[in-house]
Nanobody, 121 residues
Framework: QVQLVESGGGLVQAGGSLRLACVASGDVANIRAMEWYRQAPGKQRELVAKITSGSSTNYADSVKGRFTISRDNAKNTWYLQINSLIFEDTAVYYC???????????????WGQGTQVTVSS
């Protein structure tokens, strides 16, 4: 099992930056990938960034060049750096862990509670 706690959201002016953090606890060693999603009011949740345990990264086209996903293994923390914020980035941001324990085997996805990002124009 994995527990995720996000932080770092807030109210920021357009053009500004934020760094979101996702701290994982529990069976962190079996996290195969971490993803950041966002959900704007009235819209479906969308995947914006992903990083694998091998540090491969992928981004949604809408955020490429502005978002950077990274991890700090020593702190069991994954980050989403968001630069050049625009109004359309306003959403609740969630981290999600893709978990696989090959010994049992158990595959699951664990979610954090979300952190609100609001961009003012």
């Amino acid at each position: 099992q994995v527990q995720l706690v996000e932080s770092g959201g807030g109210l920021v002016q357009a053009g500004g930056s934020l760094r979101l953090a996702c701290v994982a606890s529990g069976d962190v060693a079996n996290i195969r990938a971490m993803e950041w999603y966002r959900q704007a009011p009235g819209k479906q949740r969308e995947l914006v960034a992903k990083i694998t345990s091998g540090s491969s990264t992928n981004y949604a086209d809408s955020v490429k060049g502005r978002f950077t996903i990274s991890r700090d293994n020593a702190k069991n923390t994954w980050y989403l750096q968001i630069n050049s914020l625009i109004f359309e980035d306003t959403a609740v941001y969630y981290c999600a862990a893709d978990y696989l324990d090959v010994s049992t085997p158990v595959a699951a996805r664990f979610w954090g509670q979300g952190t609100q990002v609001t961009v003012s124009s």
